[in-house]
């Protein structure tokens, strides 16, 4: 029994692996609820990477859509800011506020991680 034999993070990549070859392959969006929970950040990383840079994404329209709350993903080099969107709960009346990293026109080339 894997569930047993393997690591909480492998059993995780192996079921985040079949999503990812579906939409690459047909197109489509997934939503994943912190994709990076019991994952290494290089695996993290080389996902990210491997669905933004194959162009079987681009022609299909797939896209992937993840939250986080670590803030090494802000790094810059993974996303770009205009790609990365902020969610704040406001604690007085718990609505939520979301704006864009591009919001700040920061340089392309700017490490957000040494800025906040």
Do not use: C, W
Request: charged share 30%; net charge negative.
């Amino acid at each position: 029994d894997s569930e047993l034999m393997e690591s909480r993070g492998t059993i995780h990549l192996i079921r985040l692996l079949q999503p990812f070859i579906d939409v690459l392959d047909n197109g489509g969006v997934i939503v994943l609820d912190e994709m990076d929970a019991s994952l290494h950040f290089e695996i993290v990383v080389s996902l990210d990477k491997n669905f933004l840079t194959i162009k079987i994404s681009i022609k299909n329209n797939a896209q992937l859509i993840f939250n986080t709350h670590n803030p090494i993903y802000l790094d810059g080099e993974l996303l770009r800011h205009d790609q990365i969107v902020m969610v704040e709960k406001r604690r007085n009346d718990m609505v939520s506020e979301i704006y864009s990293l591009a919001d700040y026109k920061l340089r392309p080339e700017e490490r957000i991680l040494k800025i906040i």
